[in-house]
């Protein structure tokens, strides 16, 4: 069984441009979760699905922020425009809606915007 | 306005002696706890958990102590390995909210000296 896998692991981008991360949870987690971590601080948490379903969004999702779980599988986060202020860690987590609370974490996408 | 906190950024702890790391939360309304460890460029590593209807949890060298009255919960690790090295973060949620968002600290890194 793998765990949650995050591609890419690290992305340079200029300010300005799109840019857009995948994640995929472990297969039979039904719950995918997105947060953002910076330097110094926790992971914040940004919006999570069920199945194919964005149930909730924080107001850190501003409106450049996207995203998706086509399939209810694989997730996508898009950032358009983005801004320096947009540098982080983003992180994916993912868990069956039934039985333990435990999230599961993938390694993250790095995001450095110059 | 932080709802979970952890308010020593580092520890140094001897190996073979205990580490004790400490966690404080203001909402009343969490009833699950959660202890994650993070090394550099990795996603957080799930390590143990505890309910609110329990005031201890052992794992192993790890142990979860949950004051509800003082809202304070803290990590034990016995005996402190070289290998625990790493960013310990400290996680609640709020069952009842349905969308089971972790809210983090801003953790705690640990040092073990050989």
Redesign the interface.
Same mark, same amino acid.
């Given at each position: 069984d793998t765990g949650?896998s995050?591609d890419p692991r690290h992305k340079i981008t200029k300010r300005g441009q799109n840019v857009t991360f995948r994640c995929d949870p472990i297969s039979e987690h039904n719950?995918l979760?997105w947060?953002r971590q910076t330097l110094?601080?926790?992971?914040?948490?940004l919006t $999570?699905f069920q199945n194919e379903a964005q149930?909730?969004k924080s107001r850190l999702l501003s409106d450049r922020f996207s995203a998706e779980r086509p399939k209810g599988s694989f997730s996508t986060l898009e950032i358009q425009r983005t801004e320096q202020g947009d540098s982080a860690m983003y992180?994916c987590?993912s868990?069956y809606s039934r039985g333990?609370?435990?999230? $599961?974490?993938?390694?993250?996408t790095?995001l450095l915007v110059l | 306005d932080q709802q979970v906190k952890q308010n020593s950024p580092s520890l140094s702890v001897q190996e073979g002696r205990i580490s004790i790391l400490n966690c404080d939360y203001t909402n009343s309304m969490f009833d699950y706890f959660l202890w994650y460890k993070k090394y550099p460029a990795e996603g957080p590593t799930f390590l143990i958990s505890i309910s609110s209807i329990k005031d201890k949890n052992e794992d192993g060298r790890f142990t979860v102590f949950l004051n509800k009255s003082a809202k304070h919960l803290s990590l034990h690790i016995v005996p402190s390995q070289p290998g625990d090295s790493a960013v310990y973060f400290c996680a609640a949620l709020y069952s009842g909210a349905g969308s089971y968002q972790l809210t983090f600290g801003k953790g705690t890194k640990l040092s073990v000296i050989p």
């Open positions: 949650v995050q719950r979760y947060y110094g601080q926790g992971p914040e948490f $999570y149930l909730e992180l987590a868990k333990q609370e435990t999230q $599961y974490f993938g390694p993250g790095r | -």
